[in-house]
């Protein structure tokens, strides 16, 4: 074969080498879609406009979030599939934070587990009135009233029952064995906080979710008498007071906790289990 027989034949074999590398590389490109186009969940799995979120999904697997890990790592950093669950669910566990299902700001609602936020619905109620305290009273912690999980998994957590359950904390100095919660139709009775001590009203029913606002702490509702004019008279407890009489002053006696136009200038010595 000439020299110029085995240029062209050279030639040749590189353009068609050159033809078959380009038409698999096309080929393999339209074969794979590209990452924005693959999509396990659906469309809509990560807008939280979509009846496709993934709260939904969550929310219907009974908040299993081992579903989760098995694609997106026992950290929800991405795992197999690259795509990590901390870049929104930011805060301390990812995923597993309490404020993921309930709460916002703290653990407690709202929301609660379905989205709700007045304070009318009983998974809402007066959580925040609790958690937060205010001018009443100190902050009353999770644990008076729940057992607080160490995680999403532990025991007691997530069950089949339909509502948290309410279980007073025995160790905390605002206890009294009478108290108790009825599930039926959420209401508090014989609490330390309403009434049930020395000089208090006793047995003090409040209603967990409602409309009565300030009403229901009003001066008077858990000592003494709020149907009284006076402010002194309706804060001066009913019985349990014989040393002194309707005319003294509250702050004679607990200066620490409210002054003499009875305002609580230290809501931790209102309602903190013991007489200050």
Known sequence: MGTSNMKTTFISIMLLSGLMLSSCSELQEEKVPTESTVSVHGKGFADASSANFHAAYVRNNKYDLTLCQSCHGNDFSGGTTGQSCNTCHNKPNGPENCTTCHGSVNAAPPNDLVGNSATTVRGVGAHQKHLLGGTLGAAVP??????????????????????????????????????????????CSNTYCHGNFNGGNGNVTMAWAGTG????????????????ATLKEKAFPVTGHTAASITSDCSTCHSRTVNASLAIIDPSKHMNGQVD
Request: hydrophobic residues 30%; charged residues 10%; proline residues 3%.
């Open 213 to 228: 606002g300030s009403t229901s702490t009003a001066c008077g509702t858990c000592h003494g008498d709020v149907t009284k």
């Open 142 to 187: 999770c644990a008076t009233c729940h057992v607080v999980p160490a995680s999403l998994a532990s025991a007691g957590h997530l069950d089949a029952t339909p509502n948290a359950e309410v279980r007073f904390d025995t160790t905390s100095a605002t206890y009294r064995s009478g108290a108790s919660y009825a599930a039926a139709n959420a209401t």
